[in-house]
């Protein structure tokens, strides 16, 4: 028996966070966000590192593995209405965190340094604050 979207819907929206109101999309997004850039604390230098910076040191697929997760959030963006231009700069992020994240050590540092998903979370948060201002959050 082939499944519906309708139902598939319905059994998404039932579970916490896999809902696609925009209150759902920014907690995804958000931890999405956490884990590629924030996942634990280097002791010593205090900085905050996450899966980005790590698989990022594989050459190639590394590169690759964290640009998709980064497109992930470009693509619930869109999802979210968002204006083209707003799309564009978060692709450009992701694109330039690739690109030159791919070359070997001064890519690595420079992936430590840019952070894309940041900078693509603050353009969500400052869209949803002013489009969907139910969903904003107090940051502390």
Known sequence: MPISPDSTNG???AIPGLG??????RRRIEAM???????FVVPGINRPVGIDSI??????????????MGMWM????????????????MSANVGVDTLLGAIPLVGD???FAFRSNTRNLR???????KHHPSTATIEG
Do not use: C, Y
């Open 74 to 89: 470009v693509w619930e963006a869109r999802n979210l209405g968002m204006s083209k231009w707003q799309i564009t700069r």
């Open 109 to 111: 540092l420079f992936d």
């Open 123 to 129: 353009i969500i948060r400052k869209h949803l604050d």
């Open 55 to 68: 698989v990022g040191l594989v050459p190639v697929i590394g590169d690759l593995a964290t640009a998709s």
């Open 20 to 25: 696609r109101d925009p209150a759902s999309v």
């Open 11 to 13: 059994a998404a929206s």
């Open 33 to 39: 966000e956490a884990v590629l850039e924030r996942l």
